[in-house]
């Protein structure tokens, strides 16, 4: 008689064994196939058959994960789904209980215009630093798309409605198929060597991701990095986003949102003309009163400060100093007179004919520097009093105007002495010899300080 062994599982503690070495040894994974025998029970799972040429496996896919899906597979379609590998415990079956699905085709794609996205992302192709402003109003818009498709009719119509003054420059191209990426990058390229648009325009009208699979080229999207000129895409519908438009300057939702952009609304332009021309106006006449009554108190205060005065003041201490310039010649004069008139005496007292003589060649001699010493002594004095006069003219306010330079006050009056003490966009008052000049300050560049004068 046999004894029974002590490990017997049952089947259903093989079948929960089996599921957890399942469960262990495989992560989620991708699976593609075809769908067969597809079944949508009232519990809303899904039950189906994922097949190839050689092997098939059991799927089930629950409703809290296919209810989030906008796919709606049929028997035929080929798919990629994300699942679990498990075990279906009540008939021992292994199956895949998907998380995701997608169209196999659609995927692809997907992960392709993922990987080049995130390769230029990578080397900085989308940074906003490389992003070029929109011109404000532009004279020329070049549009590349299609002659014959809607996006080039929506584009012509925003542009007549909203700022018909500028002129529409088409770049043919087809936008669909595999040449229109090389076609795309050519219109590009010569668009920016002839340069006769201000901004140009990619457009296409909506699609699915095949469709618009040429937007998604990488040569394409470094040519419109390239490009000098700004360009704006506007490809599909809202919800539609390729490369390009990341490459380009500006992403707009639609073709007729691309449109919109790089114009602005003539009517809103000359609203704002209109407003700008009357603030204008009022700023102007504001200015000009106010530029009249500082003239008026500016005439009041020169005539409270009369020059005129200041000038007689300077003039009496010319006068005074001249007059002491007079005393000190006619001083030194004397004082000469009496030297040689004591030389004189000594000469008289000295009877020898030899000390005579030699007396009178002293005596010539003397006469000489005498009158040297005179007239070097005139010079002098003249030229003192001609420096003088120079410097009494020099300190003259008047004068010193009258060689070029400028009084330089602000509106509350105050001379300015240093490009320290004025902003940008300040006004100023200039004084000149003759007349004076109002000013708005530019730039500010201080300077060095020069030493002053005045000890």
Not at 81 to 110: F, T, W
Not at 377 to 399: F, K, M, Y
Not at 404 to 429: H, K, M, N, V
Not at 433 to 449: F, H, K, M, N, S
Request: aromatic share 4%; hydrophobic share 40%; glycine share 6%.
């Amino acid at each position: 008689m046999s004894t029974a062994p002590d490990n017997v599982y049952s089947v259903s503690q093989l079948n929960a064994a089996v599921r957890g070495l399942l469960d262990q040894s495989f992560p989620l994974l991708w699976v593609e196939g075809e769908i067969s025998n597809l079944a949508r029970p009232r519990s809303g799972h899904w039950y189906f058959t994922l097949k190839d040429e050689q092997s098939q496996v059991r799927c089930a896919m629950f409703a809290n994960r296919n209810r989030l899906l906008r796919l709606k597979p049929a028997d035929g379609d080929q798919v990629m789904i994300r699942a679990r590998v498990g075990l279906y415990a009540p008939r021992g079956e292994y199956q895949l209980v998907a998380e995701h699905m997608e169209a196999a085709g659609a995927g692809a794609l997907q992960r392709a215009f993922d990987a080049l996205k995130q390769k230029l992302g990578d080397e900085g192709l989308f940074s906003d630093a490389l992003k070029q402003p929109l011109p404000a109003a532009p004279r020329r818009i070049g549009v590349i798309t299609s002659p014959t498709g809607a996006a080039l009719r929506d584009v012509v119509s925003v542009l007549r409605r909203r700022f018909p003054m500028a002129r529409v420059v088409l770049y043919p191209v087809p936008v669909q198929g595999d040449t229109a990426a090389a076609a795309i990058r050519r219109a590009l390229e010569t668009a920016d060597r002839r340069a006769e648009c201000d901004v140009l325009l990619l457009v296409r009208g909506g699609g699915a991701i095949e469709d618009l699979w040429c937007f998604n080229d990488e040569k394409l999207a470094r040519a419109l990095v390239a490009c000098r000129l700004p360009v704006v895409a506007g490809v599909g519908h809202e919800t539609d986003v390729t490369i390009a438009d990341f490459a380009a300057d500006l992403r707009a939702p639609t073709p007729s949102a691309a449109a919109e952009l790089v114009c602005p609304d003539q009517q809103a332009l000359a609203a704002r003309v209109r407003d700008l021309r009357l603030r204008l106006s009022r700023a102007h006449s504001t200015h000009l009163t106010s530029c009249r009554q500082e003239l008026q108190t500016l005439e009041r205060r020169l005539r409270a400060m009369q020059p005129q005065k200041r000038l007689a003041a300077f003039m009496q201490q010319l006068d005074e100093r001249e007059s002491r310039l007079t005393r000190a010649v006619r001083g030194r004069l004397t004082q000469q007179q009496w030297h040689l008139s004591a030389l004189i005496r000594r000469l008289d007292q000295a009877s020898p004919k030899r000390r005579r003589d030699r007396a009178a060649a002293t005596l010539d001699q003397l006469q000489i520097r005498l009158a040297s010493a005179m007239r070097q002594t005139r010079d002098q004095a003249a030229q003192r009093h001609g420096a003088l006069l120079r410097q009494l003219h020099t300190v003259s306010p008047l004068a010193t105007l009258e060689r070029g330079y400028a009084i330089a006050q602000t509106d509350q009056d105050r001379i300015l002495r240093s490009a320290e003490q004025a902003r940008p966009g300040d006004r100023i008052r200039l004084r000149l010899g003759r007349g004076e000049l109002d000013a708005e300050v530019i730039e500010c560049r201080p300077g060095t300080q020069y030493p002053s004068r005045r000890k």
